[in-house]
């Protein structure tokens, strides 16, 4: 069974950092992406940033491009997202996804899912 649990969320200001992980079970390598998605309030969740385990492959969406980074660290079996510069909008729930077959950075290609962490940017 897979199993994906998240962790890092919180409250920050405007400007402000946080890093999220994600633990995903079993051996990474056996996975072809692990994928994080942001769900605004009212909104569906949409892909911010995805990356192969094997080779690193990064992709991130446009408005959180140059302020996020997403690495793996395959020893560990975590993925993270390191978020700077955090604005109101990126407040939500972040969620990461993992699939064993190559896809895009949307939620459709995702087949497993952990429960989300919850990230506030207010000042």
């Known amino acids: 069974q897979v199993q994906l649990v998240e962790s890092g969320g919180g409250s920050v200001q405007p400007g402000g950092s946080l890093r999220l992980s994600c633990v995903v079970s079993g051996s990474p390598l056996d996975y072809h992406s692990v994928g994080w998605f942001h769900q605004a309030p009212g909104k569906q969740p949409e892909g911010v940033s995805c990356?192969?385990?094997?080779?690193?492959?990064?992709y991130y969406r446009d408005p959180v491009r140059g302020r996020f980074t997403i690495s793996r660290d395959n020893a560990k079996n975590t993925v993270y997202l390191e978020m700077k510069d955090l604005k109101p909008e990126d407040t939500g729930v972040y969620t990461c996804?993992?699939?064993?077959?190559?896809?895009?950075?949307?939620?459709?290609?995702?087949?497993?899912w952990g429960k989300g962490t919850q990230v506030t940017v207010k000042s």
């Open positions: 990356i192969t385990m094997k080779d690193g492959i990064q």
């Open positions: 996804a993992t699939r064993f077959e190559y896809g895009l950075c949307v939620r459709a290609d995702f087949d497993f």
